[in-house]
Structure formats: structure tokens, C-alpha cells
């Protein structure tokens, strides 16, 4: 299974970018997505999350309020405003298949399939 992650690049703190992600070739609602980030020397931090469903949505506290996580029927969105710049990092996205229809997964070891990353640079 490929993830595909895009979007991204480089954006002035208290701008927006957002992120794409696809999994050509499969049903996409067999899986439920997250996103995380990872910086040089950290471990990858959760950053938001959907259930197969698009009901159930789950984010960390350090982006609540400014990033959206929504789905449609092929692709994954993060949509990310107000940027700062310590939201700059290598953005993952990740595929459950084992998740119940209307649960989320948050824990990097719940996760299957993983993108190639894409990064993201706020500057000040």
C-alpha cells in the first residue's frame, strides 16, 4: 500500500498550506488517517487524526484551533492556518486498516502504512 503525501513547501508564520493525502488504487475508507510530524532528532508527534467514517476527528492540543482534518473519497486533507514557526517539521501521513468505523488512531504503533513525508518550513 503507497501513501502519497503533497502540499506543503515554505509559508510566513500566520499563513497557510495545506496537506494531501492519497492511497491510489485501494478503498480508501477501509483506512483510517492521521497525520504526524517529525522533526531532526524527535520521535513523531501526532497531529491529527479521522476515522473511516469522517465522523469521529481528533487533534493535539498543539495545533487545535488552527488545523482542519477532513476526507473525501480518495484523499486526506490538512489544512493548516496560522502557522508558526515551530509547526515546522516533516509531515507524515499514516493509514490504519484495523480501525473500528467510527474510531481514531493516534499511536504511531496502530498505523500500517506510512508516506514518504513532506516538509513544511514556517518562517518568522
Known amino acids: 500500500v503507497q501513501l502519497q503525501a503533497s502540499g506543503g513547501g515554505l509559508e510566513q508564520a500566520g499563513g497557510s498550506l495545506r496537506l494531501d493525502c492519497a492511497i491510489p488504487?485501494?478503498?480508501?475508507?477501509?483506512?483510517?488517517i492521521s497525520w504526524f510530524r517529525q522533526g531532526l532528532s524527535n520521535e513523531r508527534e501526532f497531529v491529527a487524526a479521522i476515522s473511516r467514517s469522517g465522523r469521529r476527528i481528533y487533534y493535539a492540543n498543539s495545533v487545535k484551533g488552527r488545523f482542519t482534518i477532513s476526507r473525501d473519497r480518495n484523499t486526506v486533507y490538512l489544512q493548516m492556518n496560522s502557522l508558526k514557526p515551530e509547526d515546522t517539521d516533516v509531515y507524515y501521513c499514516?493509514?490504519?486498516?484495523?480501525?473500528?468505523?467510527?474510531?481514531?488512531?493516534?499511536?504511531?504503533?496502530?498505523?500500517?502504512?506510512w508516506g514518504q513525508g513532506t516538509q513544511v518550513t514556517v518562517s518568522s
Open positions: 499514516a493509514a490504519s486498516a484495523g480501525t473500528r468505523w467510527d474510531s481514531v488512531a493516534i499511536s504511531v504503533r496502530e498505523f500500517d502504512y
Open positions: 488504487g485501494r478503498t480508501f475508507n477501509d483506512y483510517a
